[in-house]
T-cell receptor
Framework: GQQVMQIPQYQHVQEGEDFTTYCNSSTTLSNIQWYKQRPGGHPVFLIQLVKSGEVKKQKRLTFQFGEAKKNSSLHITATQTTDVGTYFCAGTDSNYQLIWGAGTKLIIKP | ETGVTQTPRHLVMGMTNKKSLKCEQHLGHNAMYWYKQSAKKPLELMFVYNFKEQTENNSVPSRFSPECPNSSHLFLHLHTLQPEDSALYLC????????????????FGPGTRLTVL
């Protein structure tokens, strides 16, 4: 079936370092959403990208949607302890199914 | 708070029990969802209800039975579960357009942590 591959599964960074997670789909997506789930919490919507090549920024977070609408990335500049959690992408495929990535867990090294 | 509530927050049940999970949304949305979240697995979309009608059932075993009496309430009835069904069950809601061609921002509840003994 349709899949959205998300990498890496985990990323350990020092506070202040950057973080990036990538999502790749085998087929074209009509849109892609990003969510953040804090430890012990539930997913919280961050953003939705719809247009080919779209780039959106939220403070230290930069979201991109590829030109072919098959991949997306989330980049966090200068991570802070409040950024800890798991970041998920979710895309709508050509069958109008919502496909979730497995998530990337951001861990801040002490 | 997200406007989506779930009860109970924790549930322990035996394999022969019957229990129900409840979800309520106060956001005026017309679509509601049940998800299963297990450790080290992607979020699994179980059921989708649009305008109170079930539009998706992603190969979920019949021991899970959803019910959506109105656009604000969603239930998940559980019976004869297996230990591998232990997981966090999340409810979400969103607004969906009439063509159902895409998904909008989903608002999640806090989840029910289910343990099947």
């Amino acid at each position: 079936g349709q899949q959205v591959m998300q990498i890496p599964q985990y990323q350990h960074v020092q506070e202040g370092e950057d973080f990036t997670t990538y999502c790749n789909s085998s087929t074209t997506l009509s849109n892609i959403q990003w969510y953040k789930q804090r430890p012990g919490g539930h997913p919280v919507f961050l953003i939705q990208l719809v247009k080919s090549g779209e780039v959106k920024k939220q403070k230290r977070l930069t979201f991109q949607f590829g030109e072919a609408k098959k991949n997306s990335s989330l980049h966090i500049t200068a991570t802070q302890t409040t950024d800890v959690g798991t970041y998920f992408c979710a895309g709508t495929d050509s069958n109008y199914q919502l496909i979730w990535g497995a998530g990337t867990k951001l861990i801040i090294k002490p | 708070e997200t406007g989506v509530t779930q009860t109970p927050r924790h549930l322990v049940m035996g394999m022969t029990n019957k229990k129900s999970l409840k979800c309520e949304q106060h956001l005026g949305h017309n679509a509601m969802y049940w998800y299963k979240q297990s450790a080290k697995k992607p979020l699994e979309l179980m059921f989708v209800y649009n305008f109170k009608e079930q539009t998706e059932n992603n190969s979920v075993p019949s021991r899970f039975s959803p019910e959506c009496p109105n656009s604000s309430h969603l239930f998940l009835h559980l019976h004869t579960l297996q230990p591998e069904d232990s997981a966090l069950y999340l409810c979400a809601s969103s607004h969906r357009g009439p063509t159902l061609s895409s998904y909008n921002e989903q608002f999640f509840g806090p989840g029910t942590r289910l343990t099947v003994l």
